[in-house]
């Protein structure tokens, strides 16, 4: 019986994974942020993407971005850098961490992620790594 209730349990939770879906939310929450503006409703859609796909990094990335914008940014920065736990090359992620960073005056801690930035080829980061010793 424990065999049973474990498999069954086993097949509900991998039968919430769905990356087509996730993908439908994603797309879904890009769209409400860049051509909307609206950010709160982003989250929430990139929420459920992340709810079908665990491993869905740029539904961590772009809710991020979603909460950067809502000046959430603690959790912007927590999502970003879980985008780069999953996506260790994800330079984009280290330049927003560094982003959200200068947004809360840690300059120390930006230029750390603004060299992350740079070592996964993001380009253009000139300006931000003059700032940095």
């Not at 890009?30 to 869905?56: C, F, P, V």
């Amino acid at each position: 019986l424990a065999i049973i209730l474990t498999t069954l349990i086993f097949i509900g939770l991998a039968s919430c994974q769905d990356p087509a879906k996730s993908r439908v939310y994603m797309d879904e929450g890009q769209k409400l942020m860049m051509r909307y503006s609206q950010y709160a409703q982003a989250e929430e859609a990139l929420t459920k993407a992340i709810k079908y796909d665990k491993n869905n990094y740029e539904a961590y990335y772009l809710r991020g971005c979603s909460r950067v914008n809502q000046r959430k940014y603690q959790e912007a920065i927590s999502d970003f850098e879980h985008a780069t736990t999953l996506k260790p090359d994800y330079a984009d992620a280290y330049f927003n961490i560094g982003i959200t960073y200068h947004l809360l005056n840690e300059e120390d801690s930006a230029c750390i992620y603004y060299k992350l930035a740079d070592k996964y080829g993001r380009p253009n980061l000139e300006d931000y790594l003059k700032r940095c010793p």
